[in-house]
């Protein structure tokens, strides 16, 4: 029968405890050593320090809450609130800044679907921002 020292699996003992252990715990053991030492080293070689376990869905669910009822509410309205500011832009401003962030299309990609030079969409999306600034300034002094 094996003997293992407790103090290296309890480190929290300041002193060494010798027990004899049956030859399938000893195996039990050298086999979790193994193991942690893999995963250990897989972590290390994979720059991974975050669980490498897959299709349990602990990670998914942590990562992605789903919004609360008062989020969602929020969200429409801060959207609604948007379209709102969206209409009171010239139509192409309202159309290119709506292009750029709402259906997140890159400047050039929207200068080659309306054939026109990227320069001037550049300008209109800065321009459309810089009056949806405004306009929510106004309606923040308004109220």
């Not at 053991?29 to 897989?42: F, G, P, S």
């Not at 299309?105 to 080659?112: E, N, T």
Request: include cysteine; charge should be neutral; hydrophobic fraction near 35%.
């Amino acid at each position: 029968m094996p003997t293992i020292n407790l103090r290296k699996y309890y480190p929290l003992l300041t002193e060494d405890h010798f027990i004899e252990v049956s030859d399938e715990v000893a195996e039990a053991i050298l086999l979790a050593t193994r193991q942690e030492n893999n995963y250990r080293q897989r972590t290390y070689r994979h720059k991974a320090y975050y669980s490498l376990d897959r299709g349990d869905g602990i990670e998914n669910s942590i990562l992605h809450t789903e919004p609360s009822p008062e989020e969602i509410l929020m969200q429409k309205v801060s959207m609604q609130q948007l379209y709102e500011a969206l209409d009171h832009l010239p139509p192409i401003q309202a159309r290119r800044v709506y292009a750029h962030y709402i259906l997140g299309m890159k400047k050039v990609d929207i200068a080659r679907a309306e054939g026109v030079n990227s320069s001037g969409v550049c300008d209109s999306v800065r321009k459309g921002v810089k009056n949806l600034r405004h306009y929510f300034e106004k309606k923040k002094w308004m109220e």
